[in-house]
């Protein structure tokens, strides 16, 4: 069959892809842009089964740039972690367009994922997500729903958060809302329902809940993550802590964003629990618990494969959606520090240590200093350090580094570019490069700033000291360091 498959560079549909391709289906991605496909993820045997298509669901130009015959459409796409504040209004224009474009093929079936709107008071974000089925339900193909309560897995956001919290603080000061119950679910039940319902008639113009098997409030979340990984903590619920100051208190403590931040917080006064289980009858499979959920998470990140993060989203910081069109690093109107240092180690260790840069390992020199600098941007609104990265040893082009975006990760020719995501009067990059010339290997390490206006300058010369100490030694240290072998 011919699926599309909006979102596909996105948490969710980074995992379903493979599980379409693997069950012989030909899968068209949509994406906004093509270059942040994960083209070097797959076998050039996979790929045959893969259409990717740029086009834009919020700015489209033209029609039919889909195949007429697909057989169904995945609609994955949300604006939850958008910090554009009339998110409501771009979901909105979203799905009218996807619509438009469906109308024009023979799809039998859309599926969307949605959130539980069983409460009758819902937060504007869940608001959002019925408005949206609202739309979809207009199409001419047949809406099949699948609405879901918080998901558990390597790389989600309330896994991340709830790991963030825990690992980080031995006694919370927590809001009332942590008294709200819940029914999680695994992303590996999520992935099976999504694939599980594709053509099956019972399931056209119906809504299912899927959840796992407990109903369980926050607070016991955070007490079960403690117990699986043998941790003492407590946790003190406190009725003064508002929305406000308790999305404050999340950005701090946590690698979330405000925006992300202010959305969890406001849909967690809704209970999102299952009322309706048929989807179980419907697409029979082993439904985990919260604890198992936990388990098959760290042993994703154990085995180093977690294949996408929420982190990565682009909506979550301050870049634009075009950002990888900064990967022409400018020479003009520049400040620049370039620090070159020739090596006789093999080339591939060096590369190695680049490719292990940011997140646990930290960035070879002056680790504390980067986590005030860190400190500093959360404190302006920026996204800090805190979101690490998605995995300790692989990059791709759109990946985020603790405040950095990754816009080149040409591993073959030893190239990384970051562009930083950090509040700053300018625009700044980081690029590594390694080269051989005549034998000799020699790393090239470029931090480039482009001022605006006079406070721009006025930073730069303010950071200079702080450059002059940390950028030699980091680029000494990526040389001379042990290499961690993936």
Known sequence: ?????????????????PVLVEAGHHVICLVRDQRRFDWEDFTEEFLTNVTVIEYDLNQPKGNHVIP???????????????????????????????????????AKQIVYLSGIVND??????????????????????????LRAAIIIGSGSA????????VEKLPIMIAPKWLKTRCQPI?????????????????????????????????NQMLYGFAKMRGLKRWIITVPVLTP?????????????????????????????????LRIREIVPTKVLGYQEALQLAFDKISQKNVVS??????????????????????????????????????????????????????WYFGNWMWRVRGLMDKMVGGVGLRRGRRSDTD???????????????????????????????????????????????????????????????LYWYSVLPFHGLIFPKMAKNIVESKTQRP
Request: hydrophobic share 40%; glycine share 6%.
């Open 1 to 17: 069959m011919k699926i599309l498959l909006t979102g596909s560079t996105g948490y969710i549909g980074r995992r379903l892809l």
């Open 68 to 106: 007429k015959d697909i057989d169904a459409a995945y609609y994955l796409v949300h604006s939850m972690s958008s910090s554009n504040p009339d998110f409501t209004t771009l979901e909105t224009e979203s799905a009218q367009n996807f619509v438009a474009l469906v109308n024009q093929t023979n």
């Open 120 to 145: 009758s008071d819902l937060s504007d974000h869940l608001l959002s997500r019925k408005n949206v089925e609202d739309i979809l339900a207009q199409a001419k193909a047949p809406l099949t729903v």
């Open 158 to 165: 309330s896994f991340e958060i709830i790991r963030d919290l």
């Open 186 to 218: 695994g992303i590996r039940n999520v992935i099976e329902y999504l694939q599980g319902v594709l053509l099956k008639p019972e399931t056209f113009n119906q809504a299912f809940d899927i959840g796992g098997t407990e109903i369980l409030t926050y």
């Open 244 to 276: 406000k100051l308790s999305s404050l208190w999340l950005v701090f403590v946590t690698s979330t964003t405000y925006s992300l931040a202010r959305s969890l917080v406001n849909s967690m006064k809704n209970e999102v629990i299952c009322k309706d």
């Open 309 to 362: 993060s929420w982190k990565d989203s682009i909506s979550l910081g301050t870049m634009d959606k075009n950002f990888l069109n900064n990967t022409f690093v400018p020479e003009h109107g520049v400040f620049t520090d370039k620090r070159q240092i020739n090596f006789a180690r093999n080339k591939k260790e060096v590369i190695e240590n680049i490719w292990t840069i940011g997140g646990n390992r930290g």
């Open 395 to 457: 990059l791709k082009a759109g990946d985020a580094l603790d405040f950095w975006r990754v816009l080149v990760a040409d591993k073959p020719n030893g190239r990384l570019l970051l562009y930083a995501e950090m509040k700053l009067p300018g625009e700044a990059w980081l690029e590594f490069r390694v080269k051989t010339t005549d034998n000799i290997n020699t790393l090239y390490q470029t931090a480039t700033f482009r001022p605006l206006g006079l406070w721009g300058r």
